[in-house]
């Protein structure tokens, strides 16, 4: 369990590296969302509370579990069935690919116009 928040983006790759879960039993809804969006985009679990800005990311994606503020035996419920089901959280965003890569579908071009290197003056 790490309680202090990384200084730098190496020490965040690193400490989620090592993490499955990301819990916040905010009450006042001051937990910041954009860093909760970017924990459960690197692949955690949410387990937040009802009145935390987190929850928000629950009606995006099955991602987490929202659980009712104020209430320790819902958290503690959600926590040991996370512990047992270990879910995986789907993506908050998801594009398909529909086209083939721009560098094969260029290759043609570039050979058929058989351009050549610019000569250097100079």
Known sequence: MDWCAP?????LEALLA???LLVIADQVHADD????RELVSAGLWLIASSSSNA???????????????????ALIQALQHWRQHRPSPEPL?????????LAQQLAPIHSGLRLESPKQTG
Do not use: I
């Open 7 to 11: 200084a730098t983006d190496q020490e």
């Open 18 to 20: 090592h993490q499955d």
């Open 33 to 36: 969302l954009r860093l909760a």
């Open 55 to 73: 929850a928000q990311l629950l009606q995006l994606a099955p991602c987490g579990t929202a659980v009712p503020a104020q209430n320790p035996d």
């Open 93 to 101: 965003l998801s594009f398909p690919s529909l086209e083939t890569d």
